[in-house]
């Protein structure tokens, strides 16, 4: 992994959750998540607080030494481009009950952040996590199963493409499905 340079966003780590959370819902039929209602991504930001519920999942997986979780949400079924919360957790052991936050030594050398916020509003404005939040960015996983993963999140994401931008708080909790 190349080391992420410091105070900038990494636009390869939000393409990468993107596209995750996009093929994710992809792959299922609306009638696959018909029991699905208590799932869900609740949060607020830019003063407004938001239920996502169009597919709301977790995903683990491992690789080079890292283990991640991803958590998304639509806020409907099979839109992908706007209205997208998502939540990248990274560690360099298997992802369990307990509150991430900081900076990994990656296996390969370099660092990369814990943890990773994105949403895309209901305009297809997308924003995300800079490098220099990676301490103050925290979530907890408070219940994970086999079939379930439960939780809080806040920290602070920005306009991607923009410059000199202000943090946007983002918090909130989550209760998503598990796909895998």
């Known amino acids: 992994m190349k080391k992420l340079v410091k105070n900038k ?8 959750l993107i596209a ?14 018909s029991s699905d209602t208590d799932y869900y991504i609740k949060f ?17 997986s491992q690789a ?15 839109v992908g481009t706007k209205n997208v919360a998502s939540i990248l957790i990274g560690s360099l052991s298997s992802i369990k009950q307990e509150t991430y936050s900081g900076i990994i030594n990656t296996p390969a050398g370099g660092t990369t952040p814990a943890i ?6 209901e305009n297809g404005k997308t924003f995300g996590s800079l490098y220099k939040d990676n301490v103050t960015n925290t979530v907890t996983i408070t219940a994970l199963s086999g079939t379930s993963i ?7 994401i920005y306009d ?7 943090p946007i708080n983002f918090s909130g909790d989550f209760n998503v499905k598990r796909v895998n």
């Open 9 to 16: 966003f990494n636009p390869y780590t939000l393409l990468f």
């Open 20 to 33: 995750t959370i996009i093929f994710a819902g992809c792959g299922k039929k609306d009638s696959d998540h």
């Open 44 to 60: 607020t930001v830019l003063g407004k607080s938001y239920t996502f519920k169009g597919y709301p999942y977790a995903t683990l």
């Open 64 to 78: 080079d030494g890292i283990y991640t979780g991803g958590v998304g949400s639509f806020q409907e079924q099979g």
């Open 116 to 121: 990773f916020f994105a949403y895309i509003d």
């Open 150 to 156: 439960k939780g809080n999140f806040s920290g602070k």
């Open 160 to 166: 991607v493409l923009a410059t000199n931008t202000s």
